[in-house]
């Protein structure tokens, strides 16, 4: 079992930045780290997923320049830097967790074994 707990969601005006972080309780290079994000009315889409190395990153095209997902296997914990955000960009923000994911599935939220509770992102025009 995998509990992943989100932090650094906040409200930021348009072209800001935020650094969001996900904390695993066990060892988590075990596992495929991905970022998902869920606005209201929306389905829950795939923004960004890491290899267990951190060698292999992917991104959704609609953040691919801005977001930059990262990891620290040492702490246990995930990372996703934004920048230049835009009012698209808001929706709650999730951590997910991943053993035996093969990457051409990596938006699919159904292969996620686990999944943190989310933080809100707030970006403002």
């Known amino acids: 079992q995998v509990q992943l707990v989100e932090s650094g969601g906040g409200s930021v005006q348009a072209g800001g930045s935020l650094r969001l972080s996900c904390a695993a309780s066990t060892y988590s290079p075990r596992y495929t780290m991905a970022w998902f994000r869920q606005a209201p009315g929306q389905e829950r889409e795939g923004v960004a997923a890491?290899?267990?190395?951190?060698?292999?990153?992917l991104y959704a095209d609609s953040v691919k320049g801005r977001f930059t997902i990262s990891r620290d296997n040492g702490k246990n914990t995930l990372y996703l830097q934004m920048n230049g955000l835009k009012p698209e960009d808001t929706g709650v923000y999730y951590c997910?967790?991943?053993?035996?994911?093969?990457?051409?599935?990596?938006?699919?939220?159904?292969?996620?074994?686990?999944w943190g509770q989310g933080t809100q992102v707030t970006v403002s025009s």
């Open positions: 890491i290899t267990i190395s951190g060698v292999s990153t």
């Open positions: 997910a967790a991943s053993s035996g994911l093969l990457l051409s599935s990596w938006r699919d939220p159904l292969k996620y074994n686990y």
